[in-house]
């Protein structure tokens, strides 16, 4: 097991509209990696915002605000966001924070001093919505070409900085080649590759006519994107070759949404490339959520609202159904009869009437005392659990992790249903249902670890349930040993049911 540190991040949000559950299932599987790599070794989650950009400006003017008073008022939402889905980041960085603008200007003057970046002219059609550079052919009757835009767009002739993408272009299909897991899935992987295949232009990194963003040595501020990149750097304190920097990088996860991948995959490991850094492991792109087939948009108007979301089903309930009911990196449709199913099925009737049968049995042979451990099938059965269960997270494979956690779950549950506890106290059968209460504790001893990086609230119910101190949040491969719940131990069973069963018409 490696005690490695481990770097995962989220993309840097787009400060300008409200989260939505797009944002919570990112920062979501983030927090799952993270909580499963903190009990392997030093761990750092950073996420944050991304609040440069003509758009910010626009929205913040229109609203009657300064861009950054307008910024600092929607960042509560925001973090609100991580509060509501318990999710613990170790960094949250703003683009508009001195910490970031100082150190991106550091990028910036390295990168000429390299000759990476050049002072060139810019001509071609921008969207200002998408803050995009559209190729003339690109253009779909002389409007941008992004399906979710289609608006006007305006030609600029403008004297810039560049960035010389495309002399990485052969190294960065060098790369590729020799790793075909770096970008994960494999479908995004091919259509980067084929991307690289089809050339690279050089990129253009610096806007003359906008004032929002991080101002260059000379006039004008850089192109938003490149600023929003280097937020991975800058969070670790890059430029001085901060401690966090020597420790975390590179990234072993970077997470983002598919439509993304372009500025992660091409244009982010070619200027690293340039810094003479090493490339993150892996940037997985995920799926997309949708709602009855569709892309949820603001525009559409078919954004579910995250906060009403977890109001109503609980933050461990959602945690569970993004992760539990597509492949992560599989697009998947939203609806809240499967999150109800998921709700009351998997977690009602499988794992919380496994713990409140469990204890309440306990309670009535054994006056809720852990009885004696004896040689458990069951352990042998599932010995490998923790290492399987492991190596699925570490692929970011959740789907197939919680499957094999519940698994176990059903073999608990069958455990009850074949053993029949009430009928071996009527035979007064002591040893045969001491050996059952135990193995039943020890499992939800197991499932409390198994399942704290994806419920830490549930795993800490089952855990003081069980009466013990501190926290589910051990190593699983140290944990997960069979036998090792204490016997004698005072139980607590909790009145209340982990997961209350949902009817249509209360959520
Ligand atoms: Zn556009």
Sequence with gaps: MSKRAYFVTTPIYYISGNPHIGHAYTSIAADVLARYHRTLGPTFFLTGTD??????????????????????????????????????YDDFIRTTETRH?????????????????????????????????????????????????????????????????????????????????WVR??????????????????????????????????????????????????????????????????????????????????????????LGLETPNVVFAHGWITLEGEKMSKSRGNVVDPFELVERFGSDTIRYFLLREAHFGSDFSFGEEKVRLRRNG???????????????????????????????????????????????VERLAFRDALEAVWEFVTALNRAIEEQKPWELHKRGDDAALDAVLYDLCEGIRWLAHLTFPFMPATARGMW????????????????????????????????????????????
């Design 101 to 181: 603008t100082t150190q991106v200007v550091a990028v910036f003057e390295r990168l000429k001093e390299t000759g990476d970046v050049y002072l060139g002219t810019y001509e071609g059609w921008y969207c200002t919505n998408d803050e995009t550079f559209w190729l003339e052919s690109k253009l779909i009757d002389g409007r941008c070409p992004n399906p979710e835009c289609g608006r006007a767009v305006q030609w600029l002739s403008e004297e810039n900085w560049f960035f010389a993408l495309s002399k990485y272009r052969d190294r960065l299909v060098a790369y590729y080649r020799a790793h075909p897991e």
């Design 464 to 507: 003081t349930q069980l009466g013990l101190a501190g926290e589910p949040a051990g190593a699983w491969s140290d944990e997960l040993v069979w036998g090792r719940l204490a016997s004698g131990a005072q139980t607590a069973p909790a009145e209340a049911a982990l997961f209350p069963r949902l009817d249509a018409s209360v959520a």
């Design 185 to 274: 899935p494999e479908r995004a992987y091919n259509e980067m590759m084929s991307t690289l295949e089809g050339g690279l232009d050089d990129l253009c990194i610096s806007r003359v006519n906008l004032d929002w963003g991080v101002p260059l040595p000379g006039g004008g501020v850089m192109y938003v994107w490149l600023d929003a990149l280097l937020n991975y750097l800058t969070a670790l304190d890059y430029a001085s070759d901060g401690e966090r920097f020597r420790t975390f990088w590179p990234p072993n996860v970077q997470l983002i949404g598919k439509e993304i991948a372009r500025f992660h995959t091409i244009i982010w490991p070619a200027v690293l490339f340039a």
């Design 51 to 88: 609040e440069h950009g003509q758009k910010v400006e626009q929205a913040a003017r229109e609203a009657g605000f300064d861009p950054q008073a307008w910024t600092d008022a929607l960042i509560p939402k925001w973090k609100a966001l991580y509060a509501a889905y318990d999710v613990g």
């Design 346 to 392: 998997d977690l009602g009737n499988d794992l919380g009437n496994l713990v409140k049968r469990s204890l309440a049995m306990l309670a009535r042979y054994r006056n809720g005392r852990i009885p004696a451990a004896a040689p458990s099938a069951l352990g042998a059965r599932f010995a490998d659990l923790g290492a399987r269960t492991g190596a699925l």
